[in-house]
């Protein structure tokens, strides 16, 4: 005798209430004395406000802790969500929230900036002049100091990743890195990256 096929089930599958709920974005930043336990402070009440946690830079400078991050919370816990960020204070955080502002993507290239040389005031200033004066953005920059291996004198170095815009004229860029480069007595590689269309 044959068996009959079992049955498939019509039970719908679990969705929890953050997949039908209407969603913000909020963009936060965070800054505190560092200590154990920062960031799971955050992401709790993330967690508890039935957020979701999308994206984020964070480190330690000094003796602080510093971030910027995106979550999606549910609309109507967005208020709720807020007050309890500002309840971190007393525990040393301070965490300011903004709403996401969209911004339509424009035509051009990511590069990469790679710097590295002998420290001296003014190094930053003069090389995001040269790259705001072609209308280039910095969208993210990371520096630090430290001691060359032979010598011990203080090294500065960055990175940095750059959003050309279509009508830049990268050689020009290029040639004033170059040139500023030389002036600095510092070594500079940039790089374009990838095609934004």
């Known amino acids: 005798?044959?068996?009959?096929?079992?049955?498939?089930?019509?039970?719908?599958?679990?969705l929890s209430l953050y997949q039908f709920c209407m969603q913000i974005t909020l963009v936060m930043t965070v800054v505190g004395q560092d200590r154990p336990g920062l960031i799971e402070a955050v992401a709790r009440l993330v967690r508890h406000h039935g957020g979701n946690?999308?994206?984020?830079?964070?480190?330690?400078l000094g003796g602080e802790f510093a971030g910027i991050l995106r979550v999606n919370v549910p609309t109507e816990n967005k208020e709720k969500f807020v007050q309890s960020l500002g309840e971190l204070k007393?525990?040393?955080?301070?965490?300011?929230?903004?709403?996401?502002v969209a911004t339509p993507q424009k035509a051009g290239s990511v590069a990469l900036l790679t710097l590295v040389g002998q420290d001296r005031p003014g190094i930053v200033r003069e090389i995001s002049h040269v790259i705001a004066r072609h209308g280039v953005n910095i969208e993210?920059?990371?520096?630090?100091?430290?001691?060359?291996?032979?010598s011990g004198?203080?090294?500065?170095?960055?990175?940095?990743?750059?959003?050309?815009p279509q009508d830049c004229d990268v050689a020009n860029l290029r040639a004033d890195l170059e040139l500023i480069a030389a002036d600095l007595q510092v070594e500079i590689r940039f790089e374009k990256a990838r095609e934004i269309k």
């Open 1 to 14: 005798m044959q068996k009959a096929a079992p049955k498939e089930s019509l039970a719908m599958p679990e």
């Open 140 to 150: 993210e920059l990371e520096t630090e100091c430290s001691s060359a291996p032979m």
């Open 153 to 164: 004198e203080t090294l500065f170095s960055a990175n940095a990743r750059l959003f050309i």
């Open 90 to 100: 007393s525990e040393g955080l301070t965490v300011v929230v903004q709403p996401d």
């Open 53 to 60: 946690w999308l994206e984020s830079r964070m480190c330690r």
